[in-house]
């Protein structure tokens, strides 16, 4: 409050300074204000005494279309009365280098600019055929979803992406209710939840939690505020205060008392969040419970060991079949799928990817299953075959735990369609199944993942 007026009063008027060239230094605002060309003459003839004589019209700068920055621009001034003046040479020369960098910055400014067009023109290209699909979706294949779900035009189409309208409804088609839950069967478990929190904040304060046993904290209901400030927070619409922090809030809560053997893991918050992005409330948790019991999801986050080192060794099959020189490269320096792929099957390629790229796997998932996960995952390899194959151990790891952030969904899912998942004219079903068989321990040994 009253912030213009007390700075108002602040202001002083500009001390009037001699011109002059300072180098290597920054100028105060108040010594670089523009100032006319009659003060500056004035001035100039108040220091030295001497009226001024301008330069021959030939020798001014002529006025251009493009104008860069002033710094480029000093190259063609004058230098002060105290020092010698340019030769004829000089003066052509610094011309000469003038006139080059307003050229490349002409090229600069219009390489941008067809650049920005193309964007443009890809966008509004994008929003038509999201807008021509929207239309198909919504008038033919959802009133008609039994019917055309596996047809292979609907197939096509669901590889470009699903409108971001209809994304949640037809997620929760592919994904089903298995588990026939109820919004009444949601509210009671939620209700559950609220009555279990404020009994815990009756009887426990932080310090028991810190002191509590991991086994304990990650059974705890209180390990979901912690988390929930973790998700997505560039997005801050899940951290406190936020529209969907309390909505996010009450279907990890009743989730954890729906599945209290699986109970609430990290990782669980961002595929929670997804959903709540793109369904409503009791229809996200009826997803995500159905989601979550899916046997790669439930196998993962009830760590289940045996069945997570499955597939491992499932992914590295395909892994050595479409990229063999990244595998060996991989195999030299030990270092085994369960270092990127955990964190990218727990969130589900949420918290690894662009939020808009993510749901876009999403869409493919929820049409191929489990088997698109590690699709996906070999992808990203191959997207980042030639980086990788330079790289150590370290920076290996570094570099998978935290992909870069302008990768697109263009170069993803075109290296996604060139992984062939068959390996022996074995799919990835085939594979897995034969790896499921596999009981004996001198048997699993055989498999890579395993070796380490």
């Known amino acids: ?42 001035e100039y003839e108040a220091r030295t005494g001497r009226m001024y004589k301008p330069p021959p019209p030939s020798a001014r700068r002529k006025n251009i279309e493009f104008e860069p920055l002033s710094t480029t621009a000093l190259i063609l001034e004058d230098r002060p009365a105290n020092l010698p003046a340019k030769s004829v040479e000089e003066a052509l020369r610094h011309r000469q280098e003038y006139d080059e960098m307003v050229a490349e910055a002409k ?8 650049k920005r067009k193309k964007i443009m023109r890809d966008r509004f290209k994008q929003e038509e055929n999201i807008a021509s699909a929207m239309v198909i979706w919504v008038n033919e294949i ?23 309208s209809v994304r949640g409804k037809v997620w929760s088609l592919a994904v089903g209710n298995e588990l026939n839950i109820t919004p009444e069967l949601y509210e009671i478990f939620l209700s559950r939840a609220k009555e279990r ?22 059974a705890s209901l209180e ?49 929670a969040a997804v959903l709540i992005l793109n369904l409503e409330e009791a229809d996200a948790f009826i997803a995500f419970a159905n ?22 060794a499932a992914f590295e099959v395909f892994f050595e079949e479409n990229l063999p020189k990244l595998f060996l490269h991989f195999k030299s320096y030990s270092l085994t799928p369960d270092i990127y792929l955990i964190d990218w099957i727990f969130t589900l390629y949420s918290k690894s990817l662009p939020l808009d790229l993510a749901c876009r796997v999403w869409d493919v998932f929820c049409r ?26 370290i920076h290996i790891a570094q570099f998978l735990t935290k992909l ?8 993803l899912f075109s290296c996604i369609a060139a992984i062939q998942m068959q390996n022996s004219n074995k799919k990835w079903a085939q594979v897995f199944a034969s790896l499921m068989k596999d009981n004996k321990e001198g048997d699993k040994n055989h498999s890579p993942a395993l070796k380490s």
């Open 404 to 411: 870069p952030e302008d990768i697109t969904s263009e170069k």
């Open 368 to 393: 191929d299953g489990e088997e698109f996960l590690f699709r996906t995952g070999l992808g990203i390899l191959r997207l980042y075959e030639d980086i990788l194959l330079q790289m150590d151990f």
């Open 107 to 114: 090229k600069r400014e219009i390489k941008e600019a067809h």
């Open 223 to 271: 390990l979901i505020k912690l988390d929930i400030s973790r998700t997505f927070p560039s997005l801050y619409i899940f951290q406190k205060g936020g529209p969907y922090h309390d909505l996010l809030h009450s279907v990890l809560g009743a989730y954890t008392c729906y599945r209290p053997d699986v109970g609430y893991v990290q990782g669980m918050s961002f595929i």
């Open 1 to 42: 409050r009253n912030f213009f007026t007390k700075r108002t009063k602040e202001l002083k008027p500009p001390v009037q300074s001699a011109p002059g060239w300072k180098l290597f230094g920054k100028v105060p605002p108040r010594e670089n204000l523009p100032k006319d060309s009659k003060i500056i003459q004035q």
């Open 142 to 164: 959802l009133p008609n979803w039994e019917g055309m779900r596996a047809t292979r035009r609907v197939r096509e189409l669901w590889w470009q992406g699903l409108p971001p």
């Open 197 to 218: 929190w404020k009994s815990f904040s009756e009887t426990s304060s932080e310090n028991d939690i810190e002191g509590a046993s991991v086994a304990d904290r990650e």
């Open 291 to 312: 989601l979550l019991n899916k046997p790669c999801q439930l196998a993962f986050f009830r760590v289940d060991h045996s069945m997570m080192l499955k597939y491992f």
